[in-house]
């Protein structure tokens, strides 16, 4: 059975890149507020967990994309160091 301890390690090091603070930039607030126009959080969730709204799967790349540039680059290494 292979070593489980890179997997574990990976696996911990992309879920601390994804809970962690993420910071948006001004044209992505502007993207959200003028194509899904929240009145409050609680909306804003709403709309983006709704997976039939295309408008909402594009904010969500646009809020998530930097942080899956780094869980890319922390895959490509682990698959590297596994050959």
């Not at 993420?22 to 804003?44: E, F, H, K």
């Not at 646009?62 to 682990?78: E, N, V």
Request: hydrophobic letters at 40%; one cysteine or more; proline letters at 4%.
């Amino acid at each position: 059975m292979p070593n489980q301890q890179p997997k574990d390690s990976l696996i911990a090091q992309l879920a601390d890149l994804l809970s962690g603070e993420i910071r948006l930039s001004d044209a992505v607030i502007d993207y959200i507020d003028s194509t899904l126009g929240p009145a409050s959080g609680n909306q804003l969730a709403k709309r983006l967990m709704d997976a039939d709204d295309c408008e909402s799967s594009a904010a969500i790349e646009l809020i998530f994309f930097s942080r899956m540039k780094h869980c890319r680059k922390k895959l490509s290494q682990y698959w590297r160091e596994q050959i």
